[in-house]
């Protein structure tokens, strides 16, 4: 009996050790396309199931010579302004949603054109979590619902 109570109690420590965190996932990435020398943005969103509140730091990636965290925000004049941010929190069992019109990755210098069915990779750097490399397809910003670059509204 004492060793069906024991059996009981370590399945249950380890199911629940399985269970309690899954990490930070990126989920829905896309990146707009874009000219040699543009400018484009990246979008997702980042899911925080690591247990542990972070913040996302940065971004890196090879496709353009800048690439930084930016919101876009009616000003009092009632024109959109980008925003550059130093981080973007992401509390734990948060969403952070990176989409026209608000936070996104501005990807500035590129280094190629961008056409829809390529795909790119950006390093997402945190606070906390180890960096995630996400490979995202290139997709046409009129068929994701967004204005082009030339409206301002990365």
Not at 48 to 68: H, K, P, T
Not at 83 to 96: F, N, W
Request: aromatic letters at 4%; glycine letters at 12%.
């Amino acid at each position: 009996m004492r060793k069906d109570r024991v059996l009981f109690l370590m399945i249950g420590i380890l199911m629940s050790a399985c269970g309690s965190s899954r990490g930070i996932e990126v989920e829905e990435a896309w990146v707009r396309s874009g000219l040699q020398d543009g400018n484009t943005a990246a979008y997702m969103t980042i899911v925080n199931e690591s247990g542990q509140a972070d913040a996302l730091l940065g971004v890196s990636s090879d496709i353009a010579r800048f690439a930084e965290l930016h919101l876009s925000q009616a000003g009092s004049d009632g024109v959109m302004q980008m925003i550059p941010q130093e981080s973007i929190d992401l509390p734990t069992g948060g969403r952070l949603e990176l989409k026209p019109g608000s936070y996104h990755k501005m990807l500035t210098g590129l280094n190629q054109d961008l056409v829809p069915g390529d795909t790119i990779t950006i390093m997402l750097d945190f606070e906390n979590h180890e960096d995630i490399s996400v490979t995202i397809p290139v997709k046409d910003s009129a068929e994701m619902g967004g204005a082009g670059m030339d409206g301002h509204m990365p």
